[in-house]
Nanobody, 118 residues
Framework: QVQLVESGGGLVQAGGSLRLSCAAS????????MGWYRQAPRKQRELVAE???????NYGDSVKGRFTISRDSAKSSVYLQMNSLKPEDTAVYYC????????????WGQGTQVTVSS
């Protein structure tokens, strides 16, 4: 099990950039997956970006070409660089991590608000 804390959210104008951070603690050595999800009011939570221990990445269609996910070598943190932000990117962004050893866990952070003004 790991604990996740997101940071870096805030208010930005359309076309601007933000960089979100997710700090993991606990059984970080067993993390094999980390990802970013977002949820806007009255909307379903959706995948933004994810990265596996192999460094393979996957992005939601709405953010491809604009957002980039990355992690540090120790898998203790994951980042989301968001460029060319649009008002429709406004949402609460959540960090997610999965572990496998010694037990399988699926952990979520508390979320950080991102608001993009037009």
């Amino acid at each position: 099990q790991v604990q996740l804390v997101e940071s870096g959210g805030g208010l930005v104008q359309a076309g601007g950039s933000l960089r979100l951070s997710c700090a993991a603690s606990g059984n970080t050595r067993s993390i094999w997956y980390m990802g970013w999800y977002r949820q806007a009011p009255r909307k379903q939570r959706e995948l933004v970006a994810e990265i596996e221990s192999t460094s393979a990445t996957n992005y939601g269609d709405s953010v491809k070409g604009r957002f980039t996910i990355s992690r540090d070598s120790a898998k203790s943190s994951v980042y989301l660089q968001m460029n060319s932000l649009k008002p429709e990117d406004t949402a609460v962004y959540y960090c997610r991590a999965k572990t496998a050893v010694p037990s399988a866990y699926d952990s979520w952070g508390q979320g950080t608000q991102v608001t993009v003004s037009s």
